[in-house]
C-alpha cells in the first residue's frame, strides 16, 4: 500500500482528470457555470495533444458536405463505424473548430493581396479524405491549440489547475458500501510531495487519452499508459473496441528521435513514399496511392519493409519548392535538420508507430458512462448508445 502521509482533502464541482485538448475544452465549458479542478498528470503541457502536427478535419471548403465527410470516415473505417456517431461528430466540427477560433487558436489562413482578415482559412488534405478539409497551425496544430486552451485555463478564476498528480482510482458509493453507484470523486497522487489525497467531487471526467505506450514504437509521450480506461473499468464500467489501435505510417526512423511523428499532411502536400531503391510503393496498394487511410498505408509499409528486409522506407518531398516545404512544415523541417536530414533536398527514413486507441470506455455520445457522475471524453472514450445513466453534467 501507499503510504498515507496525512490526509488531504480537495473539493470541487467537477474534477476532470487529463489536461490535454479534450479535458481543457470541457473545463473552460463548465467553469462558466461551476467549480472545476483540472488535474494534469504531468506539467500541463505534456499531452498528445501538444506533439500533435497535422490538423482537425471539419467541412469549411464550400464545394464540401458533411455527406461527404461521413461517407469518407465509413469508408477510411471499413463499414465497422456507427454511422449516427459519425454523423454526430462531422456535423458538430465545425462549430467545435468555431469555438476554438474564438478562443483565439490560431488556424492558418490563405495568403491574400490586401492581408484581410477575412481571408480563408489553409485546409490542407489527409489520408482518406476526398477533400481539403484539415484545419492546421502550419505543422504545431496541437501545441497552438494546447497553449491557447491552456492559457485561457490558467486565466479562469473557476479553474483550479492541479498539476504532477496522479489520479489512482475513482471513489465510489459502491466502493464506500453506500447504497446505489455513483462517483464521488478520486484519489490522487501528488508527486511534489509523494503523498496521496483526495478530491471529491460531484461529478468526474476522464480526459486522460489512449495508452500507445503499451507499444514499444509510439508517436506518444509518456503518459499515455491508459491509467483513466483501467480506472472506469475497475469503478464497473464497459470497456469495448481495445483491439483497435490505429498505427500512424510515418514516424521518423532516426536512433536520436524517439517519437517524432511526421505529419500526414506532408502526404497531403504531395510527398511519396519511396523504398530504398527510391521507387514508390502505394499505387500498387490502392488507388488513393499515399492519401490512403492509414491503415492501409502503415500495412504497406509493413509489408515492404518485412518483404525486403529493410529498416524503414523513405518520405520523400524534394520534387515540392523548398520555400513550400518550409513554410508549411517549419517544425519538421528544423527537427531534421537537427539530425543532419534536410528534407528539400533529402528522403526521410520512416517507420509505422502506434498512435491511436480506437476503443475505450463506452459512453453516450454526450459523454456519459455507465457509472452516474461519471463522464469520459476525447481518446479515452467510445461512443455506444446503449449506455444510459443519470445526473448529466449537462444541467450546468
Not at 36 to 47: F, W
Not at 49 to 74: C, M, N, P, R, W
Not at 301 to 322: F, Q
Amino acid at each position: 500500500m501507499i503510504p498515507m502521509k496525512q490526509v488531504v482533502e480537495h473539493q470541487s464541482d467537477v474534477l476532470v482528470i487529463g489536461s490535454g485538448a479534450a479535458g481543457l475544452t470541457l473545463a473552460l465549458h463548465l467553469a462558466e457555470k461551476a467549480q472545476v479542478i483540472l488535474l494534469s498528470k504531468g506539467p500541463l503541457s505534456e499531452g498528445s495533444t501538444y506533439y500533435a502536427q497535422g490538423g482537425i478535419a471539419s467541412v469549411f471548403d464550400e464545394d464540401d458536405t458533411i455527406e461527404s465527410h461521413v461517407a469518407d470516415t465509413l469508408i477510411a473505417g471499413a463499414g465497422l463505424c456507427d454511422k449516427s456517431v459519425v454523423t454526430f461528430t462531422a456535423e458538430n466540427a465545425r462549430p467545435a473548430m468555431q469555438w476554438l477560433i474564438d478562443t483565439g487558436v490560431a488556424f492558418d489562413k490563405e495568403e491574400s493581396s490586401d492581408n484581410s482578415a477575412q481571408a480563408q482559412y489553409h485546409l490542407t488534405r489527409e489520408g482518406g479524405h476526398s477533400h481539403r478539409r484539415i484545419l492546421h497551425a502550419a505543422d504545431a496544430t496541437g501545441k497552438e491549440v494546447q497553449n491557447t486552451l491552456q492559457q485561457r485555463a490558467l486565466e479562469h478564476p473557476n479553474i483550479r489547475v492541479f498539476e504532477k498528480y496522479n489520479a489512482i482510482d475513482l471513489i465510489t458509493s459502491r466502493k464506500l458500501h453506500k447504497p446505489g453507484n455513483k462517483v464521488l470523486g478520486a484519489y490522487v497522487w501528488n508527486r511534489q510531495v509523494e503523498h496521496v489525497e483526495t478530491i471529491k467531487a460531484r461529478f468526474v471526467a476522464i480526459a486522460t487519452g489512449g495508452s500507445s505506450k503499451v507499444y514499444q514504437y509510439t508517436s506518444n509521450p509518456d503518459i499515455a499508459s491508459g491509467d483513466g480506461i483501467a480506472m472506469a473499468w475497475r469503478a464497473g464500467c464497459r470497456v469495448a473496441n481495445m483491439e483497435f489501435n490505429q498505427f500512424h505510417p510515418t514516424c521518423l526512423y532516426h536512433s536520436e528521435a524517439r517519437n517524432f511523428l511526421l505529419t500526414e499532411a506532408l502526404r497531403g502536400e504531395g510527398a511519396y513514399l519511396r523504398r530504398p531503391d527510391g521507387s514508390r510503393f502505394m499505387p500498387e496498394f490502392d488507388e488513393r496511392a499515399e492519401l490512403a487511410p492509414r491503415d492501409i498505408v502503415a500495412r504497406a509499409i509493413d509489408y515492404e519493409m518485412k518483404r525486403l528486409g529493410v529498416d524503414c522506407v523513405y518520405l520523400d518531398i524534394t520534387h515540392k519548392p523548398a520555400d513550400f516545404v518550409i513554410k508549411h512544415f517549419p517544425t519538421i523541417y528544423q527537427r531534421c535538420l537537427t539530425l543532419g536530414i534536410d528534407i528539400t533536398t533529402d528522403q526521410i527514413p520512416v517507420v509505422p508507430a502506434a498512435h491511436y486507441t480506437c476503443g475505450g470506455v463506452m459512453t453516450d455520445l454526450h459523454g456519459q458512462t455507465d457509472l452516474n457522475g461519471l463522464y469520459a471524453i476525447g481518446e479515452v472514450a467510445i461512443q455506444d448508445f446503449t449506455v444510459q445513466t443519470a445526473s448529466p453534467v449537462t444541467h450546468y
